[in-house]
């Protein structure tokens, strides 16, 4: 075996237990441990990955052989890396929890192929060094979504993954539009060489400037930028809080993921204008997406407006275009990852004990789950930035990254937003697990035991992040560092 | 030579073309389509097979194959579109004198 | 390195991870008592460091926590530091010997509150003896939630889970409004540690972020410490249990604010800006709190505007204490007294204050209620209760012999000096600080005596309680007890502080004032002869005791306020009418139509790349490079916009889908004219299979009912289409147009056959260049088809959450 | 003629964005089809409708059209259509558990709670 | 000569299935345009030979014959679907 | 009246055949003509969907008795083994090689591992195509 094709290990390791799992829908046992196994595997080949990148620089694979920018290649940066890793350690609690609570008439209906099928996706789209293959990831990744987003076919399944769908084909045709558009002003695909091939410009070219603004709308149809996130609340809170979780988790990640990469290597032609446009955007959103928090009584919508809230907030570290806030964006994308995953959760098993997702009708459910109400209060101490939860390195970094180039308004604002996001949060707290309890008895304890434990590991790694960020702190340097200077991305894919 | 076929074909086509136009009603029509139309593209494909032929000395199986499917499914086609108009009810033109398969739906509908 | 200093900070936290397990294991014993051990053994652990500090001297142990971010856990102990840590320490001993006569074992969830406590006492301790800012901040928010968690103890009741929510806003706000300046702090002279940054105070002076930096400071300091107009979710405050009243709301956590502006005093001092805020504010909380005290007959609520007023009181002092850094040519020793006597109230305060919430405690506990108007004629009933009241009242009235009585004297020395300001012409402003210390002086007299009188004094009214009091057991007597003979000690002797804690301390907030190896005289002692303060003092107690007896008469006062007016009103209505926006401004947009949604994407699409592309000017238009146009081409790209302009307008399902055949047909054709028979021959085939799937459907699905012909509707989405249409020609024209670069598809021809062995060039790319591609699309194809089949015979009834 | 060219991906990204907007289920995935053709034509389009031989190389021409985008358009047709027909079917089973076709059917309750 | 009577007689087909749209668009009964469709794919055959002979390519060979094939195949699944409401029945009587 | 679907399905018959054999060269001939996995694989579903419209879906299935499921695993995992080959030799994932080899019968023909992954294209493609359509086909 061949160490140059570990790099395609992330991509390929779920690609083939989704296809194997393919072939045993009836066996669920068996189909459990093969998830688990390979979801094992999986992360130690990522952080071997991370490991190895950190010692010896970018990794590429030039699938086929073929030189860039010719062929495709796959470029293992730090960034890349990380949410590679990222991914694959929150999936495994995300699984374990599906588990207990998917039911066995989704399991048997290719429930963990779709799921591995979908991190295939995401894992592809963070590795990739080429656009449109990106885009080919883009729509495994979305395929997958699609149907886990309507995986079991109920109702309210149904209507919202309708509007999902219609709204991913249209940004889908959109991002062809856009690479068509590009490849006709740069004739090339590979990121690398679109970066070098830009970056040899003298001037702003203002068609690039076009371009690059309806790639910011194509990502940040994914990723939930304002206003291009209507889309988001409603299909989020339809599927099962396992699905839900991951694609809190991960999904719009993947849009932010791409903004970064392309607003870092390849559209910084005209960064007066792009940047501040993504900071303003960056902006709104995080007051939207809070605003929409606030509005609702319903616990599972409050924490997907949340989710809109962090991309703001990772966004306007990619708009500072400086150290600090590269740094700050990735830790705060890190740590959106793994809350949000464990807060999804933490409310499915919420709205499960509870028998309602309406907050004014529970309350006083830490009587019976005192675990599951601190974990909780946990979580959302992290989620607002309080150190040293995981949450407050990204949210320093942002701020510095934000005084340095100085969009004081933006720090204002996103301040502002953390104390909203508090409020809305802790109101689940308050009323939800606080309050007088509204359960006559406790009568799904038993069940909802189980459900705990990876919504543990994940709070557990959220703690472990935030004491440990100087561990993960020169990793995530060093893919900012790698962001920063297009130079070193440029250089060891097309090796000149 | 060749040149003159295709353009036959060419015109064939615009008068079935015109005919699918003009003509009052679906069963008409497609004597339009079906005769007219087939016999244009035949005429074009053995052009097409002509110019190779001749030109490049290249003797292209699936021209031939292509003129044979034209050839064969036409008539199914328009057997086909015809019996489903028929048995939606779409009704002949006015001036339609017989419809014999009417007669016999109904004969059979009596017994 | 990790010290045992560090380990003295971090010791509580992890007394608190024992706290559930003991409480499980030995349910005989009050868990009380073992987390008595915690504060006790720690305050002696402290005592040890005075002989160090009383020389100026500090300690310094750094442990590294996330260096490169310039974050080390440094613990840092001088003489503020350590005064701090043993009041935290100290009376939290005390505070938790009272807790366990107050909690019983059988109803309460000790472990939750012992927990809580435990946490806070760790936090504080972090608070005051940490050097980094971040790590001061880390505690300072660990601080706030403990405090939260404390004051929603009993979160069954709706006041407990307001009040709680109210203190966590307010101080969570100043918090990230402070985490901020610290940042600006960091910017400015990139260190977060708090002696660095003062070294370099004086050049920071000039920074344009220097104010910024400051106000956002204090913003935290503000909140934290009650100070107005932020005050108001310290009264809420008081639903917590009453030993959490004594320890946090009246003598540690809400002191932080204090701290932290005595801490920063050596970096902010120098600036004008600084004295005038922090003294400003500061007297304006005073005479808030006092004259807000009066009109309530809670005792707790008394207690927690009195809390107020004093906080306020030892903020002007230390702001007034500042000028010592400001002016450096004036005569120290006039402000220096300032900041001594701010620490030594801050001493006095946390004796009588925390004895008197411990009173009221013992009053609740055994009668009931707090509610002056059913309480009185105690006196006889609690006579050790009455003592403490009184000494505790006396003291913070500040008459003499107590330690209230001269610190009061300092304060009033302190204000009188603001006169002398007159440096910057503003004689007239500082005149206005000495009134309004002596009218504050005079309410915080009559609340006093409100709270000995009412309650101990009069007629016991039995029937008005909701059970017979009795004193108070021994053991909730001992807290209080000890802390009222220190108010007696430190009014007697109070220069056994002065030497040990109080001149170290100033030696902390006054550095530059001293010269190397120089320590600071505090002499503190009862007759300073027939001064002007001495008067006032005695002012106070005539018109006090005037106005208490006629307070029937005046209390109408309090009603000219409108109560909509009120800070708590405001908080309220904010939360509300914030609530209600938020909904409003929500349920407009996110209609759940997807229609909207769609309509508002595409709008923003086009009008913010409309507005690039002329903004920019990116609009070219050349025929330089383009293929030239035959006339079948044209007839058939009108034949594709005519398809499409059928499906677009056809009415009927059929059409739609035959024109939708069409048109994909003619993309084929499209494909066949421009050289690539791979395409042809895929759309062709895909555009039939999709018919056919269509055609399928249709079986399930209805006929298009006409859509209701609005116009205005029609309309709408037709300017917007159109607008989406000519967006992309335009781009596209213009993309054309300005071709930068040669494509790098020169190697495809060559490479196809000679190195992937292949004649279609499309093909080879497609398996074998771009093989990945393909890959991953076959996976879509899959995914897709697994998907359709598991939607069609997985149903799942209901909408299941899990 | 990639100026026509473009002018027809627009007028197909009109129709499909109009056909998006309406109401009915089917007209809307009619649309996201004929939108996803303008795409393809567009990629076709901006790539260089360059004179030249089909990239096929047993033709021996001497020079050939661009073969990349043809590639990528080959590419996302696939995928389009495997979209589509999952959008499809979608729909009809939407139609059948929420019994509407029509999207203001769909709203839910996605405003207030 | 013989390049433009091709090119004419592209135009000319192209015209002729641009004239057979009008038929989809107009109508009126659903097997008329299904008429029209099936005319149009017939001539799309014709377009396609007359593309090979412009550009002088046996490249579009096998787009014809594949026109040809689907051409019936779409006009068997209309037909069915307008007689019977069913493309594709699970069980035949 | 019953529909007398003879003429049809005596077409299709033949028809079938015909596209059948045509799919089977284009996926062969698809390396160095117009054709390949994707275009195979879509003629031999549309042969199939063609054998559906003349006759019935339980006809088709018992002439064609294949889980078509499993052929979709089947064909992924053989293009995605194909390119996991490539490990064996120390060379990138999807790395692909020819040669031309004499057999017997054939003469000289070109075998490549290109091929092998089209195979896996073309198996998917059927498969799904023919698995969305049995599906909704009998959805009732």
Same mark, same amino acid.
């Given at each position: 075996?061949?160490?140059?094709?570990?790099?395609?290990?992330?991509?390929?390791?779920?690609?083939?237990?989704?296809?194997?799992?393919?072939?045993?829908?009836?066996?669920?046992?068996?189909?459990?441990?093969?998830?688990?196994?390979?979801?094992?595997?999986?992360?130690?080949?990522?952080?071997?990955?991370?490991?190895?990148?950190?010692?010896?620089?970018?990794?590429?694979?030039?699938?086929?052989?073929?030189?860039?920018?010719?062929?495709?290649?796959?470029?293992?940066?730090?960034?890349?890396?990380?949410?590679?890793?990222?991914?694959?350690?929150?999936?495994?609690?995300?699984?374990?929890?599906?588990?207990?609570?998917?039911?066995?008439?989704?399991?048997?209906?290719?429930?963990?192929?779709?799921?591995?099928?979908?991190?295939?996706?995401?894992?592809?789209?963070?590795?990739?060094?080429?656009?449109?293959?990106?885009?080919?990831?883009?729509?495994?990744?979305?395929?997958?979504?699609?149907?886990?987003?309507?995986?079991?076919?109920?109702?309210?399944?149904?209507?919202?993954?309708?509007?999902?769908?219609?709204?991913?084909?249209?940004?889908?045709?959109?991002?062809?539009?856009?690479?068509?558009?590009?490849?006709?002003?740069?004739?090339?695909?590979?990121?690398?060489?679109?970066?070098?091939?830009?970056?040899?410009?003298?001037?702003?070219?203002?068609?690039?400037?076009?371009?690059?603004?309806?790639?910011?709308?194509?990502?940040?149809?994914?990723?939930?930028?304002?206003?291009?996130?209507?889309?988001?609340?409603?299909?989020?809170?339809?599927?099962?809080?396992?699905?839900?979780?991951?694609?809190?988790?991960?999904?719009?990640?993947?849009?932010?993921?791409?903004?970064?990469?392309?607003?870092?290597?390849?559209?910084?032609?005209?960064?007066?204008?792009?940047?501040?446009?993504?900071?303003?955007?960056?902006?709104?959103?995080?007051?939207?997406?809070?605003?929409?928090?606030?509005?609702?009584?319903?616990?599972?919508?409050?924490?997907?407006?949340?989710?809109?809230?962090?991309?703001?907030?990772?966004?306007?570290?990619?708009?500072?275009?400086?150290?600090?806030?590269?740094?700050?964006?990735?830790?705060?994308?890190?740590?959106?990852?793994?809350?949000?995953?464990?807060?999804?959760?933490?409310?499915?098993?919420?709205?499960?004990?509870?028998?309602?997702?309406?907050?004014?009708?529970?309350?006083?459910?830490?009587?019976?789950?005192?675990?599951?109400?601190?974990?909780?209060?946990?979580?959302?101490?992290?989620?607002?930035?309080?150190?040293?939860?995981?949450?407050?390195?990204?949210?320093?970094?942002?701020?510095?990254?934000?005084?340095?180039?100085?969009?004081?308004?933006?720090?204002?604002?996103?301040?502002?937003?953390?104390?909203?996001?508090?409020?809305?949060?802790?109101?689940?707290?308050?009323?939800?697990?606080?309050?007088?309890?509204?359960?006559?008895?406790?009568?799904?304890?038993?069940?909802?035991?189980?459900?705990?434990?990876?919504?543990?590991?994940?709070?557990?790694?959220?703690?472990?992040?935030?004491?440990?960020?100087?561990?993960?702190?020169?990793?995530?340097?060093?893919?900012?560092?790698?962001?920063?200077?297009?130079?070193?991305?440029?250089?060891?894919?097309?090796?000149? | 030579?060749?040149?003159?076929?295709?353009?036959?074909?060419?015109?064939?086509?615009?008068?079935?073309?015109?005919?699918?136009?003009?003509?009052?009603?679906?069963?008409?029509?497609?004597?339009?389509?079906?005769?007219?139309?087939?016999?244009?593209?035949?005429?074009?494909?053995?052009?097409?097979?002509?110019?190779?032929?001749?030109?490049?000395?290249?003797?292209?199986?699936?021209?031939?194959?292509?003129?044979?499917?034209?050839?064969?499914?036409?008539?199914?086609?328009?057997?086909?579109?015809?019996?489903?108009?028929?048995?939606?009810?779409?009704?002949?033109?006015?001036?339609?004198?017989?419809?014999?398969?009417?007669?016999?739906?109904?004969?059979?509908?009596?017994? | 390195?990790?010290?045992?200093?560090?380990?003295?900070?971090?010791?509580?936290?992890?007394?608190?991870?024992?706290?559930?397990?003991?409480?499980?294991?030995?349910?005989?014993?009050?868990?009380?008592?073992?987390?008595?051990?915690?504060?006790?053994?720690?305050?002696?652990?402290?005592?040890?460091?005075?002989?160090?500090?009383?020389?100026?001297?500090?300690?310094?142990?750094?442990?590294?926590?996330?260096?490169?971010?310039?974050?080390?856990?440094?613990?840092?102990?001088?003489?503020?530091?350590?005064?701090?840590?043993?009041?935290?320490?100290?009376?939290?001993?005390?505070?938790?010997?009272?807790?366990?006569?107050?909690?019983?074992?059988?109803?309460?969830?000790?472990?939750?509150?012992?927990?809580?406590?435990?946490?806070?006492?760790?936090?504080?301790?972090?608070?005051?003896?940490?050097?980094?800012?971040?790590?001061?901040?880390?505690?300072?928010?660990?601080?706030?939630?403990?405090?939260?968690?404390?004051?929603?103890?009993?979160?069954?009741?709706?006041?407990?889970?307001?009040?709680?929510?109210?203190?966590?806003?307010?101080?969570?706000?100043?918090?990230?409004?402070?985490?901020?300046?610290?940042?600006?702090?960091?910017?400015?002279?990139?260190?977060?540690?708090?002696?660095?940054?003062?070294?370099?105070?004086?050049?920071?002076?000039?920074?344009?972020?220097?104010?910024?930096?400051?106000?956002?400071?204090?913003?935290?300091?503000?909140?934290?410490?009650?100070?107005?107009?932020?005050?108001?979710?310290?009264?809420?405050?008081?639903?917590?249990?009453?030993?959490?009243?004594?320890?946090?709301?009246?003598?540690?956590?809400?002191?932080?604010?204090?701290?932290?502006?005595?801490?920063?005093?050596?970096?902010?001092?120098?600036?004008?800006?600084?004295?005038?805020?922090?003294?400003?504010?500061?007297?304006?909380?005073?005479?808030?709190?006092?004259?807000?005290?009066?009109?309530?007959?809670?005792?707790?609520?008394?207690?927690?505007?009195?809390?107020?007023?004093?906080?306020?009181?030892?903020?002007?002092?230390?702001?007034?204490?500042?000028?010592?850094?400001?002016?450096?040519?004036?005569?120290?020793?006039?402000?220096?007294?300032?900041?001594?006597?701010?620490?030594?109230?801050?001493?006095?305060?946390?004796?009588?204050?925390?004895?008197?919430?411990?009173?009221?405690?013992?009053?609740?506990?055994?009668?009931?209620?707090?509610?002056?108007?059913?309480?009185?004629?105690?006196?006889?009933?609690?006579?050790?209760?009455?003592?403490?009241?009184?000494?505790?009242?006396?003291?913070?009235?500040?008459?003499?012999?107590?330690?209230?009585?001269?610190?009061?004297?300092?304060?009033?020395?302190?204000?009188?000096?603001?006169?002398?300001?007159?440096?910057?012409?503003?004689?007239?402003?500082?005149?206005?600080?000495?009134?309004?210390?002596?009218?504050?002086?005079?309410?915080?007299?009559?609340?006093?005596?409100?709270?000995?009188?009412?309650?101990?004094?009069?007629?016991?009214?039995?029937?008005?309680?909701?059970?017979?009091?009795?004193?108070?057991?021994?053991?909730?007597?001992?807290?209080?007890?000890?802390?009222?003979?220190?108010?007696?000690?430190?009014?007697?002797?109070?220069?056994?502080?002065?030497?040990?804690?109080?001149?170290?301390?100033?030696?902390?907030?006054?550095?530059?004032?001293?010269?190397?190896?120089?320590?600071?005289?505090?002499?503190?002692?009862?007759?300073?002869?027939?001064?002007?303060?001495?008067?006032?003092?005695?002012?106070?107690?005539?018109?006090?005791?005037?106005?208490?007896?006629?307070?029937?008469?005046?209390?109408?006062?309090?009603?000219?306020?409108?109560?909509?007016?009120?800070?708590?009103?405001?908080?309220?209505?904010?939360?509300?009418?914030?609530?209600?926006?938020?909904?409003?401004?929500?349920?407009?947009?996110?209609?759940?139509?997807?229609?909207?949604?769609?309509?508002?994407?595409?709008?923003?699409?086009?009008?913010? !790349?409309?507005?690039?592309? /002329?903004?920019?000017?990116? #609009?070219? %238009? &050349?025929?330089?490079?383009?293929?030239? @146009? $035959? +006339?079948?081409?044209?007839?058939?790209?009108?034949?594709?916009?005519?398809?499409?302009?059928?499906?677009?307008?056809?009415?009927?399902?059929?059409?739609?889908?035959?024109?939708?055949?069409?048109?994909?047909?003619?993309?084929? !054709?499209?494909?066949?004219? /421009?050289?690539?028979?791979? #395409?042809? %021959? &895929?759309?062709?085939?895909?555009?039939? @299979? $999709? +018919?056919?799937?269509?055609?399928?459907?249709?079986?399930?699905?209805?006929?298009?009912?006409?859509?209701?012909?609005?116009?205005?509707?029609?309309?709408?989405?037709?300017?917007?289409?159109?607008?989406?249409?000519?967006?992309?020609?335009?781009?596209?024209?213009?993309?054309?147009?300005?071709?930068?670069?040669?494509?790098?598809?020169?190697?495809?021809?060559?490479?196809?056959?000679?190195?992937?062995?292949?004649?279609?060039?499309?093909?080879?790319?497609?398996?074998?260049?771009?093989?990945?591609?393909?890959?991953?699309?076959?996976?879509?194809?899959?995914?897709?088809?697994?998907?359709?089949?598991?939607?069609?015979?997985?149903?799942?009834?209901?909408?299941?959450?899990? | 003629?990639?100026?026509?060219?473009?002018?027809?991906?627009?007028?197909?990204?009109?129709?499909?964005?109009?056909?998006?907007?309406?109401?009915?289920?089917?007209?809307?995935?009619?649309?996201?089809?004929?939108?996803?053709?303008?795409?393809?034509?567009?990629?076709?389009?901006?790539?260089?409708?360059?004179?030249?031989?089909?990239?096929?190389?047993?033709?021996?021409?001497?020079?050939?059209?661009?073969?990349?985008?043809?590639?990528?358009?080959?590419?996302?047709?696939?995928?389009?259509?495997?979209?589509?027909?999952?959008?499809?079917?979608?729909?009809?089973?939407?139609?059948?558990?929420?019994?509407?076709?029509?999207?203001?059917?769909?709203?839910?309750?996605?405003?207030?709670? | 000569?013989?390049?433009?009577?091709?090119?004419?007689?592209?135009?000319?087909?192209?015209?002729?299935?641009?004239?057979?749209?009008?038929?989809?668009?107009?109508?009126?009964?659903?097997?008329?345009?299904?008429?029209?469709?099936?005319?149009?794919?017939?001539?799309?055959?014709?377009?396609?030979?007359?593309?090979?002979?412009?550009?002088?390519?046996?490249?579009?060979?096998?787009?014809?014959?594949?026109?040809?094939?689907?051409?019936?195949?779409?006009?068997?699944?209309?037909?069915?679907?307008?007689?019977?409401?069913?493309?594709?029945?699970?069980?035949?009587? | 009246?019953?529909?007398?679907?003879?003429?049809?399905?005596?077409?299709?018959?033949?028809?079938?055949?015909?596209?059948?054999?045509?799919?089977?060269?284009?996926?062969?001939?698809?390396?160095?003509?117009?054709?390949?996995?994707?275009?195979?694989?879509?003629?031999?579903?549309?042969?199939?969907?063609?054998?559906?419209?003349?006759?019935?879906?339980?006809?088709?299935?018992?002439?064609?008795?294949?889980?078509?499921?499993?052929?979709?695993?089947?064909?992924?995992?053989?293009?995605?083994?194909?390119?996991?080959?490539?490990?064996?030799?120390?060379?990138?994932?999807?790395?692909?090689?020819?040669?031309?080899?004499?057999?017997?019968?054939?003469?000289?023909?070109?075998?490549?591992?290109?091929?092998?992954?089209?195979?896996?294209?073309?198996?998917?493609?059927?498969?799904?195509?023919?698995?969305?359509?049995?599906?909704?086909?009998?959805?009732?």
């Amino acid at each position: 075996m061949h160490m140059i094709n570990i790099l395609i290990a992330p991509i390929l390791i779920p690609l083939l237990t989704g296809t194997i799992l393919l072939l045993i829908p009836k066996k669920i046992t068996a189909q459990r441990t093969i998830s688990i196994i390979a979801g094992i595997v999986l992360i130690a080949v990522n952080i071997f990955l991370v490991l190895d990148v950190y010692q010896n620089g970018i990794r590429t694979l030039e699938l086929g052989g073929w030189t860039p920018p010719f062929g495709i290649v796959l470029v293992g940066d730090m960034l890349a890396l990380l949410l590679v890793t990222t991914t694959s350690v929150l999936s495994l609690p995300v699984l374990l929890y599906s588990f207990r609570s998917i039911g066995r008439e989704r399991e048997k209906f290719y429930y963990y192929s779709f799921y591995y099928f979908l991190i295939t996706g995401v894992s592809g789209a963070f590795i990739t060094g080429d656009i449109f293959n990106l885009f080919v990831f883009f729509e495994v990744m979305l395929i997958a979504s699609y149907i886990l987003i309507v995986h079991g076919g109920t109702k309210v399944q149904l209507r919202e993954s309708f509007k999902y769908v219609l709204v991913n084909v249209i940004s889908s045709a959109l991002f062809v539009g856009a690479v068509a558009y590009l490849y006709a002003v740069t004739g090339t695909l590979n990121m690398a060489h679109l970066s070098e091939r830009i970056g040899s410009l003298d001037e702003t070219v203002p068609i690039l400037t076009v371009i690059a603004v309806m790639f910011l709308i194509v990502f940040g149809l994914k990723g939930a930028l304002f206003p291009l996130y209507f889309w988001l609340p409603g299909s989020y809170a339809a599927p099962p809080p396992a699905i839900a979780a991951i694609f809190g988790a991960l999904l719009t990640k993947v849009g932010i993921y791409s903004l970064f990469r392309t607003y870092s290597l390849i559209f910084v032609n005209d960064t007066a204008f792009t940047h501040t446009l993504l900071g303003i955007l960056a902006g709104i959103t995080m007051i939207a997406g809070v605003i929409g928090a606030i509005a609702h009584q319903d616990v599972f919508k409050i924490l997907v407006y949340n989710v809109i809230v962090a991309v703001g907030y990772v966004l306007f570290g990619v708009s500072v275009l400086n150290d600090s806030g590269f740094n700050g964006a990735i830790f705060y994308l890190i740590h959106d990852m793994i809350i949000k995953a464990a807060l999804f959760l933490l409310v499915g098993t919420l709205v499960f004990v509870a028998g309602t997702s309406k907050l004014k009708k529970m309350g006083g459910i830490i009587k019976y789950y005192p675990a599951l109400g601190w974990m909780f209060f946990v979580a959302v101490m992290s989620l607002v930035g309080v150190p040293p939860l995981s949450g407050f390195i990204g949210k320093l970094l942002l701020i510095q990254g934000g005084a340095n180039a100085g969009d004081y308004w933006l720090v204002a604002t996103m301040m502002i937003s953390s104390l909203l996001v508090l409020y809305s949060m802790i109101r689940i707290f308050l009323n939800g697990f606080f309050g007088k309890p509204t359960l006559e008895r406790p009568d799904q304890f038993s069940t909802a035991k189980g459900l705990l434990w990876p919504s543990a590991l994940l709070i557990a790694l959220s703690v472990l992040v935030g004491l440990g960020a100087e561990l993960l702190y020169p990793l995530v340097d060093i893919a900012a560092t790698t962001l920063l200077q297009p130079e070193i991305y440029i250089e060891a894919v097309l090796k000149e | 030579m060749i040149g003159v076929l295709v353009l036959i074909g060419a015109l064939l086509s615009l008068i079935s073309a015109i005919g699918v136009i003009r003509l009052p009603d679906v069963y008409t029509r497609l004597h339009a389509s079906t005769k007219a139309a087939t016999l244009g593209v035949m005429c074009i494909l053995l052009a097409l097979f002509l110019f190779f032929g001749l030109v490049d000395g290249y003797v292209s199986a699936r021209i031939l194959l292509a003129i044979l499917f034209v050839f064969a499914t036409a008539p199914v086609g328009g057997h086909l579109i015809s019996r489903a108009a028929h048995n939606t009810g779409v009704s002949l033109w006015e001036s339609s004198t017989q419809d014999d398969l009417r007669k016999k739906k109904t004969k059979k509908d009596l017994s | 390195m990790f010290t045992a200093l560090h380990f003295a900070i971090i010791a509580p936290f992890l007394a608190a991870i024992l706290v559930p397990i003991l409480y499980k294991l030995v349910s005989r014993i009050h868990t009380g008592w073992f987390v008595l051990l915690v504060p006790f053994l720690l305050f002696i652990y402290f005592i040890q460091f005075l002989p160090i500090t009383s020389n100026n001297e500090s300690v310094t142990a750094v442990f590294d926590w996330i260096p490169s971010l310039g974050i080390s856990f440094a613990a840092y102990v001088d003489g503020l530091g350590l005064l701090f840590a043993l009041l935290i320490t100290g009376i939290g001993s005390l505070v938790v010997l009272y807790s366990i006569y107050y909690l019983s074992k059988e109803k309460e969830s000790l472990n939750n509150f012992y927990v809580y406590l435990l946490m806070f006492m760790g936090a504080m301790l972090g608070v005051v003896l940490s050097d980094n800012l971040i790590v001061l901040y880390t505690f300072w928010e660990i601080t706030s939630i403990s405090s939260f968690l404390l004051i929603s103890y009993w979160y069954e009741r709706e006041k407990s889970r307001y009040g709680a929510l109210k203190s966590m806003l307010i101080t969570m706000l100043g918090g990230f409004a402070m985490l901020v300046g610290i940042v600006l702090l960091y910017q400015m002279t990139n260190t977060f540690s708090i002696q660095e940054i003062a070294a370099s105070s004086s050049e920071i002076l000039n920074h344009p972020l220097f104010l910024p930096a400051m106000l956002l400071i204090l913003l935290g300091a503000f909140t934290k410490s009650a100070q107005f107009p932020f005050h108001i979710w310290l009264p809420d405050a008081m639903e917590a249990p009453t030993p959490v009243s004594a320890y946090l709301h009246s003598a540690t956590m809400v002191k932080a604010g204090i701290y932290l502006v005595a801490r920063l005093s050596p970096v902010f001092a120098f600036s004008g800006e600084w004295l005038w805020l922090v003294a400003g504010f500061g007297i304006t909380t005073l005479f808030w709190g006092s004259f807000s005290a009066v009109r309530h007959t809670d005792l707790k609520a008394i207690l927690a505007y009195s809390t107020v007023s004093q906080l306020g009181m030892i903020l002007s002092m230390l702001g007034v204490g500042a000028a010592a850094l400001h002016f450096d040519s004036i005569d120290n020793n006039l402000y220096i007294g300032a900041t001594a006597a701010a620490l030594f109230h801050l001493i006095n305060h946390a004796t009588f204050k925390g004895s008197l919430f411990m009173m009221v405690g013992i009053v609740d506990h055994e009668t009931g209620t707090r509610d002056i108007r059913h309480l009185g004629g105690l006196m006889t009933v609690m006579p050790i209760t009455f003592t403490i009241a009184v000494i505790g009242s006396f003291s913070m009235a500040g008459l003499p012999p107590f330690n209230g009585f001269l610190s009061k004297e300092m304060f009033f020395t302190a204000m009188l000096n603001i006169t002398t300001f007159n440096l910057f012409s503003v004689d007239t402003i500082g005149i206005v600080f000495p009134i309004v210390a002596w009218i504050a002086s005079i309410f915080t007299f009559i609340y006093s005596m409100i709270i000995v009188f009412k309650t101990f004094g009069g007629k016991l009214q039995l029937n008005k309680l909701p059970s017979k009091p009795h004193e108070a057991p021994f053991g909730m007597l001992i807290s209080p007890l000890v802390l009222i003979s220190l108010v007696i000690v430190f009014g007697f002797f109070p220069n056994i502080l002065s030497y040990t804690v109080i001149a170290p301390a100033m030696a902390s907030i006054l550095p530059s004032v001293l010269a190397n190896g120089e320590q600071f005289h505090v002499d503190i002692y009862f007759w300073h002869g027939w001064t002007l303060e001495l008067f006032m003092t005695l002012g106070v107690v005539a018109l006090g005791s005037l106005l208490y007896l006629s307070i029937r008469k005046w209390s109408g006062v309090y009603s000219l306020f409108p109560e909509t007016l009120s800070f708590n009103k405001l908080y309220d209505q904010t939360l509300f009418t914030g609530e209600r926006a938020a909904s409003r401004i929500t349920g407009l947009y996110m209609t759940g139509s997807i229609r909207h949604y769609l309509v508002y994407i595409f709008i923003f699409f086009t009008a913010i !790349l409309i507005a690039t592309l /002329f903004g920019k000017d990116a #609009l070219t %238009l &050349t025929t330089d490079n383009t293929a030239p @146009v $035959s +006339v079948h081409e044209l007839i058939l790209a009108a034949m594709l916009i005519f398809s499409a302009l059928t499906v677009m307008f056809a009415s009927k399902r059929m059409t739609v889908l035959i024109s939708l055949g069409v048109t994909g047909y003619t993309v084929a !054709l499209f494909f066949v004219i /421009f050289r690539a028979p791979d #395409l042809a %021959l &895929t759309q062709l085939i895909i555009e039939t @299979v $999709s +018919v056919a799937l269509f055609l399928l459907c249709f079986y399930h699905l209805p006929n298009i009912t006409k859509d209701l012909k609005k116009v205005r509707f029609q309309t709408g989405n037709f300017i917007v289409s159109l607008a989406v249409g000519i967006t992309i020609t335009l781009i596209g024209i213009s993309a054309n147009g300005t071709r930068l670069f040669e494509s790098i598809s020169g190697f495809f021809p060559e490479a196809s056959y000679d190195l992937a062995g292949g004649k279609n060039m499309v093909n080879v790319i497609l398996v074998d260049f771009r093989g990945t591609d393909t890959l991953f699309e076959i996976l879509v194809l899959g995914i897709a088809a697994l998907g359709i089949f598991t939607m069609i015979k997985l149903r799942l009834a209901g909408r299941d959450r899990l | 003629m990639e100026i026509v060219m473009s002018i027809v991906a627009g007028v197909l990204f009109m129709a499909g964005t109009y056909l998006v907007l309406s109401k009915n289920m089917i007209r809307i995935i009619v649309g996201t089809s004929v939108i996803s053709h303008g795409a393809h034509l567009l990629l076709l389009t901006m790539a260089g409708l360059k004179t030249g031989a089909p990239p096929l190389l047993g033709l021996e021409a001497s020079n050939y059209t661009d073969p990349l985008p043809q590639a990528l358009i080959l590419t996302a047709i696939v995928i389009s259509f495997g979209v589509t027909s999952f959008f499809l079917v979608l729909g009809y089973r939407a139609y059948k558990v929420t019994g509407t076709d029509d999207t203001d059917g769909l709203r839910g309750p996605d405003a207030h709670d | 000569m013989f390049h433009m009577l091709i090119n004419i007689s592209a135009a000319i087909i192209a015209l002729s299935i641009l004239i057979t749209l009008y038929r989809v668009i107009t109508g009126p009964s659903a097997p008329d345009r299904v008429v029209a469709l099936d005319m149009i794919g017939i001539n799309l055959i014709s377009l396609a030979a007359v593309m090979s002979l412009i550009l002088n390519t046996t490249a579009f060979l096998e787009v014809i014959l594949l026109l040809a094939i689907l051409a019936f195949i779409g006009t068997v699944g209309f037909s069915k679907f307008i007689e019977k409401g069913v493309v594709i029945e699970r069980k035949r009587d | 009246m019953r529909p007398n679907d003879v003429v049809v399905q005596t077409a299709t018959k033949v028809l079938v055949f015909i596209i059948l054999v045509f799919s089977v060269f284009m996926f062969f001939n698809g390396h160095h003509n117009p054709g390949g996995g994707f275009i195979g694989g879509l003629m031999t579903s549309s042969a199939v969907v063609l054998l559906m419209l003349a006759f019935d879906l339980d006809t088709v299935k018992r002439i064609l008795p294949i889980d078509y499921k499993i052929l979709i695993a089947v064909g992924l995992l053989i293009a995605v083994l194909t390119a996991v080959g490539s490990f064996l030799f120390g060379v990138p994932f999807l790395s692909h090689t020819f040669g031309y080899f004499t057999l017997p019968i054939l003469g000289e023909v070109e075998l490549a591992t290109a091929l092998l992954f089209d195979l896996g294209v073309y198996l998917v493609v059927v498969a799904v195509t023919l698995t969305i359509i049995q599906t909704i086909g009998e959805d009732r």
